[in-house]
């Protein structure tokens, strides 16, 4: 996510490689041969008024890995490198900032697997308990609503509601007798008119917790100033968390219920 905050993929590529073990030594040789060039053609282009081909700039994005979008922007640095007019350095300028706004989108970042009805994201979002039990049937020792209850100090009246609406949209599901979540993902979309009870719900859980905190937990709010620089780059590596979060999230065993709130607001 570093790529998004450049204008010129020249300065991306040198601070990469200078970042790397040993400040990359080799790195100007290794990307030589994996375009199939001369290594002072790539001297040239990162340290000189030369730029690479449409073809190599492409090679070099499959050398860094770079995803689909990032593919995209990189490219897209490219063009406005080697644009002739202000006119068409202005479009890829324009162009730059609509991709690198939609990389910044949380919801760009989890890949959604349910998406819910208006009606029933209505009744899903509107108490935690929806949440929580869906997730806690995922623990292979809570099977049943009985369990569940026990565990979460619920009624279990309430805990056979809310399985009933979870079962029917699909959000859990039930085999031999044994309870089970369904659809890993939900997300909702910054838009959603869902998306202030859903914080508020969880953000209500986590003040609730605060004045029980184990020595395993964590809390921590950091009033502070910043520039609007900065503001940026912590943001960025939020974003890097949340997605490697997800990654961590989607192959770890289910064992207990937790609840990750992260706010980094400007209050003026």
Not at 129 to 157: G, V
Not at 161 to 183: H, M, N, T, Y
Request: overall charge positive; aromatic content about 8%; glycine content about 4%.
């Amino acid at each position: 996510m570093e790529l998004y905050k450049y204008r010129n993929y020249k300065k991306f590529l040198n601070n990469y490689i200078e970042n790397l073990p040993k400040k990359g030594r080799g790195q100007y040789l290794k990307i030589s041969e994996f375009l199939g060039v001369h290594p002072t053609m790539v001297s040239q282009v990162l340290k000189g008024p030369k730029n690479f081909s449409e073809e190599q700039a492409y090679k070099v994005c499959e050398y860094l890995g770079l995803n689909l979008s990032e593919t995209d922007y990189f490219m897209n640095l490219l063009h406005l490198e080697k644009a002739g007019t202000m006119a068409l350095e202005d479009f890829y300028v324009r162009k730059l900032d609509i991709l690198k706004s939609k990389a910044l989108k949380v919801s760009s970042r989890i890949k959604a697997s349910k998406g819910l009805t208006e009606k029933d994201s209505s009744i899903f979002y509107s108490d935690w308990k929806y949440s929580a039990i869906r997730l806690l049937t995922s623990l292979e020792q809570l099977n049943t609503p009985e369990e569940i209850a026990e565990r979460t100090k619920l009624p279990l009246r309430d805990v056979k509601k809310v399985l009933d609406f979870l079962l029917q949209v699909g959000l859990v599901k039930s085999e031999d007798k044994s309870l089970d979540i369904g659809v890993t993902k939900t997300h909702l979309k910054a838009g959603s008119p869902f998306v202030k009870a859903h914080h508020t719900n969880w953000r209500l859980k986590a003040i609730e917790k605060s004045s029980s905190l184990s020595s395993e937990e964590l809390q921590f709010t950091g009033p502070l100033t910043i520039s609007k620089k900065d503001f940026e780059t912590i943001k960025i590596k939020i974003l890097d968390l949340i997605e490697e979060i997800g990654e961590i999230v989607e192959d770890s065993p289910a064992e207990q219920l937790s609840c990750l709130n992260i706010d980094f607001i400007n209050i003026t």
